[in-house]
């Protein structure tokens, strides 16, 4: 699924389709309103405006089958790009639940088509506080695998709309409280004084984990992907992803 081929990004981040592809024609939105719970400024104003656009279930027409078959959904994300005060724009952030009749969490993969990311992958223990969280820098062409347990928030820390895509078990529904019961994820990503980035611990966390810094291409991937998007290696080889049901 190639950006600028198959569909297209307007000045105000929808996306536009190849007749060809099959996608929502509205995509689900999240406003700053849908935002407030995790953001680390305290004093937001509630209002309409968009933060980002979610395409659940994107695909071409001749590979609905398969996708179904699989039970995999390829969806695509547009973080626009900004701050809410001086945090960087970011997705509210969720878990996955439980896998049936096992004690691991349903997994993800994800790939940045343009722009670029901070993916914040946070495991907690059972008491809902943080146990570990790492920060993966990722750019065009970077995939990201979010392992079982792992909860995690995207930030948009560019000056663009970042495009990216997942693949995910098409079923089950994502744990929003974990984040939202803490104000976010242990860390806030907001823009320094020089205008750069800075990582700000959230005091609501009882305890104290050191972030790790990660880049994307040094992350371990559970599939080879040599150099396919997410979409290709799924069509080319839909068993290799069983690791996602």
């Known amino acids: 699924m190639i950006l600028g081929n198959h569909f297209n990004i307007e000045s105000n981040g929808l996306l536009t389709f190849d007749p060809?592809?099959?996608?929502?024609?509205?995509?689900?939105?999240?406003?700053?309103?849908d935002a407030i719970p995790v953001l680390y400024a305290d004093n937001v104003n509630p209002s309409d405006q968009p933060l980002y656009y979610?395409?659940?279930?994107?695909?071409?027409?001749?590979?609905?089958?398969?996708?179904?078959?699989?039970?995999?959904?390829?969806?695509?994300t547009v973080i626009l790009p900004g701050t809410i005060g001086r945090e960087f724009i970011k997705t509210v952030g969720h878990f996955h639940p439980l896998k049936p009749h096992s004690s691991e969490t349903y997994p993800e993969y994800y790939e940045v088509i343009d722009g670029e990311a901070i993916y914040i992958l946070q495991k907690n223990n059972r008491n809902g506080d943080v146990e570990e969280i790492m920060a993966v820098e990722a750019k065009k062409g970077d995939k990201v695998f979010i392992p079982s347990s792992y909860g995690h928030v995207?930030?948009?820390?560019?000056?663009?709309?970042l495009v990216?895509?997942?693949?995910?078990?098409?079923?089950?529904?994502?744990?929003?409280?974990?984040?939202?019961?803490?104000?976010?994820?242990?860390?806030?990503?907001?823009?320094?004084?020089?205008?750069k980035g800075e990582y700000v611990k959230n005091n609501l966390y009882?305890?104290?984990?050191?972030?790790?810094?990660?880049?994307?291409?040094?992350?371990?991937?559970?599939?080879?992907?040599?150099?396919?998007?997410?979409?290709?290696?799924?069509?080319?080889?839909?068993?290799a992803f069983k690791i996602l049901k």
């Open 20 to 33: 060809e592809v099959l996608a929502p024609t509205e995509p689900d939105v999240r406003r700053l309103s």
């Open 206 to 239: 009882q305890n104290s984990v050191g972030l790790k810094l990660v880049a994307a291409p040094n992350l371990d991937q559970p599939v080879n992907l040599k150099s396919k998007s997410l979409y290709e290696a799924f069509i080319d080889d839909p068993e």
């Open 154 to 161: 995207t930030i948009n820390p560019g000056n663009q709309p």
């Open 164 to 195: 990216m895509a997942n693949l995910i078990e098409s079923h089950f529904s994502s744990l929003y409280e974990p984040f939202r019961d803490k104000h976010g994820a242990a860390y806030y990503y907001l823009e320094s004084d020089d205008g």
């Open 54 to 76: 979610m395409y659940r279930g994107v695909c071409f027409k001749s590979d609905k089958e398969l996708y179904e078959q699989n039970d995999i959904r390829y969806d695509i």
